[in-house]
């Protein structure tokens, strides 16, 4: 059976045209004018785009003594009624121990519930010869090509400096990229025993305790590991000026590095947290925190002018339930936000319908980037002749107000409740199964497929000079003083 979309506008990363897109066998067979198939969706009005794709979710994961609430089967339904067609989530190894290949079975044993595509980043928690060799298999048998280091969560899941210099080398030489949570944990601990000490106990402290020096010390060491490493990096939820202008800084001098901002930090401030609602407050807590309008106007301007390059949401949803854990211990809030299903409405409404971003830019942002970086274009992240449907036709036109009695999501509450957005899916499909139609949920359970990400691409080459670093050099002298010792 074939599906046409007719009528609408193609927008991709770096143009619009009107044509009619053919589907068949779950793929984009034809582009063109005046197409005909056994069913047929009418875009009027719409633009019709590569499904988003949001690079950073914790479906299901195992942390700070509870799990996530959202699961492959929820997040994925939530993420198709926003117009994303992918999520890459993170597989975490217990950090006392556990294999990275033990660690994907885990990930691959909640998985097969997913409503759309999905990959994993993997992510590096211990060093030692076990990781060191199993990199070599997750990279070029199982297709995974991203490995996240967490610099923050002393005592869990942080990375000290020489596990991260390790685990970047071998990434350098096996063609894989870095990626890592910038936060510096040494300090972050230290603040939150002071603020408990002085009975700062309520979820305002979880920002007091992260402040935006922790992100941006981090951020640059992390580039400049990367950079004598020999590796690409990426670091996740970029979220002041501080980790921005390292990030500028690194890409004007040739490295490879980007930045990715989430939806939360670009549309909500750290007033947040000041709410006289204990719960309120605690809902909104994440690493790092929501910061200031000086930062939030800093990551707009970078998504702008090209130095940040991808919209994320790092979904890890927790009921208001799970964040009670934190009462009179903020540092016991379980730390996480949802957004899959807002992501897309949240940026086309504060980015496009504002004037600072271009429909193709929004395109850019929330697929084909991330499809670049991730070595998985133009399967993914495309509008093209054999590209995998993955679609959203987008109605400008159509508004909403967000709110958790509604939301897909399964958490009872959502950090963006009351904000009105215009501009939502009026169609989402999946691989060319239609998963949202005329706004109605109608996806399938287990429809989703993992997508293998090959390692070795030359985007996965650091610009560095870290080749003149390492290579021999003459040895200028004996090492013995020439009187002898
Ligand atoms: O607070 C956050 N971001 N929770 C999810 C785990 C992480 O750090 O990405
Ligand atoms: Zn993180
Ligand atoms: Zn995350
Ligand atoms: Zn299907």
Same mark, same amino acid.
């Given at each position: 059976?074939?599906?046409?979309?007719?009528?609408?506008?193609?927008?991709?990363?770096?143009?619009?045209?009107?044509?009619?897109?053919?589907?068949?066998?779950?793929?984009?067979?034809?582009?063109?004018?005046? @197409?005909?198939?056994?069913?047929? =969706?009418? %875009? !009027?009005? +719409?633009?019709?785009?590569?499904?988003?794709?949001?690079?950073?979710?914790?479906?299901?994961?195992?942390?700070?003594?509870?799990?996530?609430?959202?699961?492959?089967?929820?997040?994925?339904?939530?993420?198709?009624?926003?117009?994303?067609?992918?999520?890459?989530?993170?597989? =975490?190894?217990?950090?006392?121990?556990?294999?990275?290949?033990?660690?994907?079975?885990?990930?691959?044993?909640?998985?097969?519930?997913?409503? +759309?595509?999905?990959?994993?980043?993997?992510?590096?928690?211990?060093?030692?010869?076990?990781?060191?060799?199993?990199?070599?298999?997750?990279?070029?048998? &199982?297709?995974?090509?991203?490995?996240?280091?967490?610099?923050?969560?002393?005592?869990?899941?942080?990375?000290?400096?020489?596990?991260?210099?390790?685990?970047?080398?071998?990434?350098?030489?096996?063609?894989?990229?870095?990626?890592?949570?910038?936060?510096?944990?040494?300090?972050?601990?230290?603040?939150?025993?002071?603020?408990?000490?002085?009975?700062?106990?309520? *979820?305002?402290?979880?920002?007091?305790?992260?402040?935006?020096?922790?992100?941006?010390?981090?951020?640059?060491?992390?580039?400049?590991?990367?950079?004598?490493?020999?590796?690409?990096?990426?670091?996740?939820?970029?979220?002041?000026?501080?980790?921005?202008? %390292?990030?500028?800084? #690194?890409?004007?001098?040739?490295?490879?590095?980007?930045?990715?901002?989430?939806?939360?930090? =670009?549309?909500?401030?750290?007033?947040?947290?000041?709410?006289?609602?204990?719960?309120?407050?605690? &809902?909104?807590?994440?690493?790092?925190?929501?910061?200031?309008?000086?930062?939030?106007?800093?990551?707009?301007?970078?998504?702008?002018?090209?130095?940040?390059?991808?919209?994320?949401?790092?979904? +890890?949803?927790?009921?208001?339930?799970?964040?009670?854990?934190?009462?009179?211990?903020?540092?016991?809030?379980?730390?996480?936000?949802?957004?899959?299903?807002? &992501?897309?409405?949240?940026?086309?409404?504060?980015?496009?319908? !504002?004037?600072? =971003?271009?429909?193709?830019?929004?395109?850019?942002?929330?697929?084909?980037?991330? $499809?670049?970086?991730?070595?998985?274009?133009?399967?993914?992240? /495309?509008?093209?002749?054999? $590209?995998?449907?993955?679609?959203?036709?987008?109605?400008?036109?159509?508004?909403?107000?967000?709110? #958790?009695?509604?939301?897909?999501?399964?958490?009872?509450?959502?950090?963006?409740?009351?904000? !009105?957005?215009?501009?939502? *899916?009026?169609?989402?499909?999946?691989?060319?199964?239609? /998963?949202?139609?005329?706004?109605?949920?109608?996806?399938?359970?287990?429809?989703?497929?993992?997508?293998?990400?090959?390692?070795?691409?030359?985007?996965?080459?650091? @610009?560095?000079?870290?080749?003149?670093? !390492?290579?021999?050099?003459?040895?200028?002298?004996?090492?013995?003083? $020439?009187?002898?010792?």
């Amino acid at each position: 059976m074939t599906t046409v979309i007719k009528n609408g506008t193609v927008t991709t990363h770096d143009r619009s045209y009107k044509a009619d897109v053919l589907i068949d066998g779950g793929r984009i067979i034809e582009i063109g004018e005046g @197409l005909t198939g056994d069913e047929e =969706l009418d %875009a !009027t009005g +719409c633009y019709v785009m590569p499904g988003g794709i949001d690079p950073h979710t914790h479906l299901e994961m195992p942390f700070m003594g509870t799990y996530s609430t959202d699961d492959f089967d929820s997040g994925t339904r939530a993420a198709l009624a926003g117009g994303t067609t992918m999520v890459v989530d993170f597989a =975490l190894p217990a950090p006392d121990g556990q294999g990275l290949l033990d660690a994907l079975q885990m990930w691959d044993n909640k998985s097969g519930r997913a409503h +759309c595509d999905y990959s994993y980043h993997m992510a590096v928690t211990w060093w030692g010869e076990q990781v060191f060799d199993e990199m070599k298999t997750v990279i070029e048998e &199982r297709g995974i090509n991203t490995f996240k280091h967490f610099m923050a969560y002393k005592g869990a899941l942080m990375v000290n400096d020489d596990e991260m210099f390790s685990s970047f080398k071998r990434l350098g030489e096996l063609g894989g990229i870095a990626m890592v949570h910038a936060e510096n944990g040494d300090v972050v601990a230290e603040l939150q025993a002071k603020l408990m000490a002085e009975g700062n106990t309520g *979820p305002e402290a979880h920002a007091y305790s992260r402040p935006t020096q922790v992100e941006g010390e981090a951020a640059n060491r992390a580039i400049m590991i990367a950079d004598m490493a020999g590796v690409p990096l990426y670091i996740v939820h970029v979220s002041c000026e501080e980790a921005h202008e %390292a990030i500028r800084r #690194a890409r004007q001098q040739g490295k490879r590095v980007w930045g990715e901002p989430l939806i939360q930090h =670009l549309t909500l401030d750290e007033s947040e947290y000041m709410n006289k609602d204990w719960d309120h407050a605690a &809902r909104r807590v994440m690493s790092p925190p929501f910061r200031n309008l000086k930062h939030q106007e800093s990551l707009w301007a970078g998504l702008q002018a090209g130095s940040l390059s991808v919209v994320a949401t790092d979904h +890890c949803a927790f009921t208001t339930e799970q964040k009670r854990y934190g009462v009179g211990d903020f540092t016991k809030i379980p730390n996480g936000t949802g957004g899959l299903e807002d &992501r897309m409405p949240m940026l086309w409404t504060h980015g496009v319908e !504002t004037g600072r =971003l271009t429909p193709e830019e929004f395109v850019a942002m929330t697929s084909t980037n991330i $499809a670049k970086i991730l070595n998985c274009y133009p399967r993914k992240g /495309a509008i093209l002749p054999g $590209a995998d449907a993955d679609i959203v036709v987008w109605d400008p036109q159509k508004e909403k107000t967000i709110t #958790a009695a509604t939301q897909v999501s399964a958490i009872d509450y959502n950090v963006f409740e009351g904000k !009105t957005v215009k501009g939502l *899916p009026r169609f989402t499909l999946t691989r060319g199964h239609v /998963a949202v139609h005329d706004g109605e949920l109608r996806s399938r359970e287990g429809h989703g497929e993992f997508v293998k990400r090959a390692g070795n691409t030359p985007t996965n080459k650091a @610009l560095s000079k870290w080749k003149d670093l !390492t290579a021999p050099r003459p040895v200028q002298r004996s090492g013995i003083p $020439a009187s002898g010792v």
